[in-house]
């Protein structure tokens, strides 16, 4: 399965000389706990999550509202285009300590989508019920369990 099938598209993003107050805002606006920061051609130069907004930030101490988000994001960014195998993926995620990876168009490199690791885990829970219905329908001994419980 490739990246491209699972990713939310139109992701939240904010340009490198928004405030870390307004990332704040649309975040709390949107109810979403990240954004992609982007350069002018839309292109991902980073993440600010809010655990940037609430760590980072206060550490900067001063004006924290007026701080650029550039200063606190998370750099450099991971991203991979829409043609990523999940797997893959999935390893990449594993191996950075990352839960969320912007996705991009392979000609330009703009961001066209988000993967994360909540969306990874529920396309996996859903396809593990999937086989369980389809096997549950074929065994004996998950059938007999199934029927019991109708009883």
Avoid: W, Y
Avoid at 68 to 78: C, E, G, H, L, S
Avoid at 93 to 114: L, N
């Amino acid at each position: 399965m490739l990246v491209g099938a699972i990713m939310s598209r139109n992701p939240v993003t904010v340009g490198r000389d928004h405030t870390v107050l307004h990332v704040a805002r649309v975040m709390r606006e949107k109810e979403i706990g990240a954004v992609v920061v982007v350069d002018e051609r839309g292109r991902p130069i980073g993440m600010c999550t809010d655990r940037d907004v609430t760590l980072r930030a206060i550490l900067k101490g001063g004006e924290v509202g007026a701080i650029p988000v550039d200063r606190i994001m998370t750099k450099p960014v991971v991203a991979v285009p829409e043609d990523t195998l999940l797997f893959d993926l999935l390893r990449l995620m594993a191996r950075k300590g990352i839960r969320r990876v912007p996705v991009v168009d392979p000609k330009d490199q703009s961001v066209v989508g988000v993967v994360s690791m909540d969306d990874i885990i529920l396309l996996l829970t859903t396809e593990l019920s999937n086989v369980a219905e389809v096997l549950g329908a074929s065994s004996r001994v998950l059938g007999r369990n199934a029927k019991e419980e109708e009883e």
